[in-house]
């Protein structure tokens, strides 16, 4: 167990959709990492958040947005879905902004239909 | 898995063996690199990581080395087990705050 805690596990929902994955950061962590696993680009980082401020943005769609709070728990929120977004989402965690080991959670498996 | 229909490298060994898996990375302001593990169904664990300021460092039963002249990076595997079947990546830190993951190699273990 990595100590990130990622929910729903999985999620199915119809294009046009909107929906929202959260992520709990390990105990002390202050980044959150949010990357996208899907079967034709492999794993493809979107978006860092350090301590409630965006730090870093990756290849995160318009559509796509993040937060991170005041109790550093993160979600991304993902609209207008479309079949191509269907994939695995994982939330990873570090301590510092960067360059350091990241713990990933299990996963949030998005299914547009 | 998570990565069926990605084409991925694919590596089969006998358990008992000793792996080797390779990984390029592109760019050579990367400072710092990290081996993940990722089982099915599971998120990347990580294994080992190394600085751009070392050859090579070794773990359990795992060693990583560092080729900067031409961008490349090897993970070995000593003894390989039946639970090291999983996709391997290798991570590549822009001094900065992402992370760049390689597609990954699918290491079958042979009992």
């Known amino acids: 167990d990595s100590g990130v805690t990622q929910t729903p596990k999985h999620l199915i929902t119809a294009t046009g959709q909107r929906v929202t994955l959260r992520c709990s950061p390990r105990?002390?962590?202050?980044?959150v990492y949010w990357y996208q696993q899907s079967l034709d680009q492999g794993l493809q980082f979107l978006i860092q958040?350090?301590?409630?401020?965006?730090?870093a943005k990756g290849n995160i769609l318009e559509r796509f947005s993040a937060q991170q709070f005041p109790d550093l728990h993160s979600e991304l929120n993902l609209s207008s879905l479309e079949l191509g977004d269907s994939a695995l989402y994982f939330c990873?965690?570090?301590?510092?902004?960067?360059?350091?080991?990241?713990?990933f959670g299990q996963g949030t498996r998005l299914t547009v239909v | 898995g998570e990565n069926v229909g990605l084409h991925l490298p694919t590596l089969s060994v006998q358990e008992g063996d000793n792996s080797i898996i390779n990984c390029a990375y592109s760019n050579s302001a990367s400072d710092y690199f990290i081996w993940y593990k990722q089982e099915s169904g599971k998120g990347p664990q990580f294994i080992i990581d190394i600085r751009s300021n070392m050859d090579k460092r070794q773990g359990q039963r795992v060693t990583v080395l560092l080729n900067k002249t031409v961008k490349h990076l090897s993970l070995q595997i000593a003894a390989t087990q039946p639970g090291d079947s999983a996709v391997y990546f290798c991570?590549?830190?822009?001094?900065?705050?992402?992370?760049?993951f390689g597609t990954g190699t699918s290491l079958t273990v042979i009992p």
């Open positions: 958040y350090y301590n409630g401020e965006e730090r």
């Open positions: 990873a965690s570090s301590v510092g902004q960067g360059g350091s080991e990241a713990f």
């Open positions: 105990s002390g962590d202050l980044s």
């Open positions: 991570a590549e830190n822009i001094s900065g705050n992402q992370f760049y």
